[in-house]
């Protein structure tokens, strides 16, 4: 069996993945090493704490902020910048891992700035409707989750409007997020479950619609779909 000597040894990613990873990657270690005590001295320990309190959404401060038509208008930024910190390594990694695979999919399909709409959109969606829409919510907000399935939701758009790749059955490509909500259920149940699904969920929609204008030919596939209706 020929090899190709001069292949990489990874897959290359297109760069607007390495753009949205690189951020979280470099948050995660900064705070991980001052947890480790690597950097920071003494205080460093609760750099993931004060990350949170910089970066997280707080659906208070949401509420505030509607009532207040917008102020603090700094604080909107929380509305993109939670995904940058994640509760644990752990949480982080998973996240990572799925941005890197699913982003190297979409983005090898879609333009980069489709993949930036598609993940703005997830990430705004999945916090607005997480600080709003669940009344008395306080938890905050963190994590690249709710970008991600705005990922998946354009992995599922891309095989829900190419047949081929789900065997012809185009509805087969809703399976993976189907398999997701059926796992964190099942992990609801006996874990216990909190309201961050609802964010990941509003990703995903987000993900998939953003997609019929974000993506190549999008528009017109979207005309379509609407003749046909």
């Known amino acids: 069996m020929d090899h190709d000597r001069n292949a990489p040894p990874l897959n290359p990613l297109p760069v607007i993945v390495w753009v949205l990873a690189l951020p979280l990657i470099a ?11 690597l950097v920071g001295g003494a205080s460093g320990i609760g750099w993931r704490l004060q990350a949170v309190e910089r970066f997280a ?6 509420r505030q902020q509607v009532e207040a038509g917008g102020h603090p208008y700094v604080d ?6 939670y995904p940058l910190v994640h509760g644990s390594v752990t949480h982080a990694v998973f996240a990572l891992v799925i941005l890197l695979a699913l982003g190297k999919m979409v983005g090898e399909n879609f333009r980069w700035w489709g993949v930036v709409v598609v993940v703005l959109a997830a990430t705004v969606a999945g916090a607005l409707v997480y600080g709003l829409a669940i009344p008395a ?7 690249a989750y709710p970008p991600v399935y705005g990922l998946i939701g354009a992995f599922t758009y891309l095989m829900w409007t190419n047949p081929g790749l789900v065997g012809g059955n185009k ?4 399976s993976m997020i189907g398999v997701l909500l059926t796992l964190q259920l099942v992990f609801g149940v006996v874990f216990g479950a909190d309201w961050t699904w609802v964010a990941e969920v509003t990703g995903f929609l987000a993900g998939f619609l953003t997609s019929f204008i974000a993506s190549p030919g999008g528009f017109r596939q979207l005309l379509a779909l609407i003749r046909q209706r």
């Open 171 to 174: 509805y087969r490509a809703f």
């Open 137 to 143: 919510q306080r938890v905050p907000l963190i994590g």
């Open 57 to 62: 959404m707080f659906p208070s401060v949401l």
């Open 76 to 81: 909107l930024l929380r509305l993109v910048s």
């Open 27 to 37: 948050v995660e270690l900064l705070v991980s090493l001052a947890e480790a005590g």
